[in-house]
Nanobody, 122 residues
């Protein structure tokens, strides 16, 4: 059974930090690209960051470059994906989703988590 389970969301003041985690199991996710997406109220879901299977290549949307860091830990049966978010801004408020796909350069990601809420107060 494929599972992607996010955690680590919450309420934080502007300028603060949060670390999101995603535990992915049920496939050989160690060979998959993984990414973070977010959806703010009334807006479409948008790409935030992605990382290739080895962790050697990372990609970010311009609005989070220099503030967010994506990383992964390819453990034996479960892959852990992280998003360290620093210098948070109210516009970062959204539900954050992790996703996995065999390839990184795609608009269609195969597997998704249920999301975790991040709220940044001004």
């Amino acid at each position: 059974q494929v599972q992607l389970v996010e955690s680590g969301g919450g309420l934080v003041q502007a300028g603060g930090s949060l670390r999101l985690s995603c535990a992915a199991s049920g496939r050989t996710f160690s060979s998959y690209a993984m990414g973070w997406f977010r959806q703010a109220p009334g807006k479409e879901r948008e790409f935030v960051a992605a990382i290739n299977w080895s962790g050697g290549n990372t990609y970010y949307v311009d609005s989070v470059k220099g503030r967010f860091t994506i990383s992964r830990d390819n453990a034996k049966n479960t892959v852990y994906l992280y998003l360290q978010m620093n210098s948070l801004k109210p516009e970062d408020t959204a539900v954050y989703y992790c996703a996995a796909n065999p390839t990184i350069h795609t608009r269609n990601w195969d597997y998704w988590g249920q999301g975790t809420q991040v709220t940044v107060s001004s």
